[in-house]
């Protein structure tokens, strides 16, 4: 069973800016779609991004344009950039590895957390 370690989440203004990224054993991150999902209390899980191993990219109606992923293919790591964040970007936040098909998550990091104050 491969691991995914999350860092870079933490408290941020309205308007501001974040930066996460996901470290992945080889055995995940080399055959997978890689991305991020958040969950908010009360709320279902989301997709915020993914990213194919050749670079196709899919993200989440409320952060496009917003939120950029990229990934490093030789380091094992992705990254979500996060500019212009609301409120309602709070949540944890889990590094994925993806169903290629589906964009469901397979494994799951153990998340951290985004907060954002108005």
């Known amino acids: 069973q491969g691991q995914l370690l999350e860092s870079g989440g933490g408290l941020v203004q309205a308007g501001g800016s974040l930066t996460l990224s996901c470290i992945a054993s080889?055995?995940?991150?080399?055959?997978?779609?890689m991305g991020w999902y958040r969950q908010a209390p009360g709320k279902q899980r989301e997709l915020v991004a993914g990213?194919?191993?050749?670079?196709?990219?899919k993200y989440g109606d409320l952060v496009k344009g917003r939120f950029t992923i990229s990934r490093d293919n030789a380091k094992n790591t992705i990254h979500l950039q996060m500019n212009s964040l609301k409120p309602e970007d709070t949540a944890v936040y889990y590094c994925?590895?993806?169903?290629?098909?589906?964009?469901?998550?397979?494994?799951w990091g153990q998340g951290t957390q985004v907060t954002v104050s108005s």
């Open positions: 994925n590895a993806l169903a290629r098909s589906t964009w469901d998550p397979i494994h």
């Open positions: 080889g055995s995940i991150f080399s055959i997978n779609t």
């Open positions: 990213i194919t191993i050749d670079g196709i990219t």
